[in-house]
């Protein structure tokens, strides 16, 4: 019998070894914000792999500088991936757990290998009371919530709740509208938003509004380009799908009117400083 419990207690712990999987994020010498590669790898994931549990994130660094300093900033990658994942409603194991090792690791030799963050995480599992040969097997399951159609649908109502309670002269946020880095192109997680936000206009015959675009991290107030063709994007998706121009009105203000002071403290801040609004004009 005890022989028995410690080869169960064996395959589960086997279960979960193999089970894990792995994320590797880069970032470029001396920053703390994942480069434009890993941007657009960690949204592919977001995409591709939607039922996860993360277990661990940790950080690394290169052996340039002190070790302090190497510790500090490695935890300070850690801790804006972990914004990003808390930002983007990616679940975290009970037991989670981050940390920032410097350069104290075994190193690769190319420099810019070592500048990275490692996410570890497993596909989530759901018990379910079958049993195959006296040991209980886990079955994937997705949660309904998870489901993407249930998603867009919660988030279809949140915004026609907020447009209803609006007055003229309001903004209103476009949550989890993203934008890969440094461009006006949207995730293929934001599509949902756009579509949602065209049905509401639809349904909507009185409804005028203007877009607002905006960035972060950028001290300089004159460089408002980026943000306004992202407001273009959302404006130019709209009249193609039938909205009339003369409905819409679209405005970049570059950096000018961040909810967080520049310059950001971390990630999470980031994020909600380049974000997209929409004003009510008329209802």
């Not at 404006?235 to 799908?241: Q, S, V």
Request: glycine content about 4%; some cysteine; aromatic content about 8%.
């Amino acid at each position: 019998m005890r022989v028995r419990i410690c080869l169960v207690f064996l395959f589960f712990n086997l279960i979960s070894v193999s089970g894990q999987e792995k994320l590797e994020l880069f970032f470029d010498f001396n920053r703390d914000v994942i480069n434009e590669k890993s941007n657009l790898d960690f949204n592919n994931w977001l995409v591709k792999s939607k039922d996860k549990e993360v277990l661990k994130i940790y950080g690394y660094c290169d052996s340039v500088d002190t070790n302090l300093y190497n510790k500090e900033l490695s935890s300070r990658r850690a801790n804006n991936v972990l914004s990003l994942i808390r930002f983007n409603n990616v679940q975290l194991s009970k037991d989670f757990e981050i940390n920032g090792y410097g350069e104290d690791f075994e190193p690769s030799k190319v420099l810019s290998e070592n500048r990275k963050v490692v996410i570890y995480y497993v596909e989530k599992l759901k018990s379910k009371d079958n049993e195959t040969n006296g040991v209980n097997v886990l079955i994937v399951q997705k949660r309904q919530k998870d489901n993407p159609l249930i998603s867009s649908l919660d988030t279809e109502n949140s915004l026609k709740n907020e447009i209803s309670k609006a007055k003229a002269g309001d903004l209103i946020r476009l949550e989890n509208l993203n934008f890969h880095f440094n461009s006006e192109k949207i995730t293929e997680r934001s599509e949902p938003i756009l579509l949602n936000l065209l049905g509401i206009l639809k349904s909507n015959p009185k409804l005028n509004i203007e877009i607002h675009g905006h960035i972060c991290c950028n001290n300089n107030p004159n460089d408002v380009k980026l943000s306004y063709r992202r407001s273009k994007f959302v404006f130019d998706y709209l009249i193609k799908n039938g909205i009339a121009t003369a409905r819409l009105g679209h405005r970049g203000f570059g950096s000018t009117r961040p909810i967080y002071a520049l310059p950001e403290k971390n990630e999470e801040e980031r994020l909600k400083n380049r974000r997209v609004e929409i004003k009510i004009m008329k209802k």
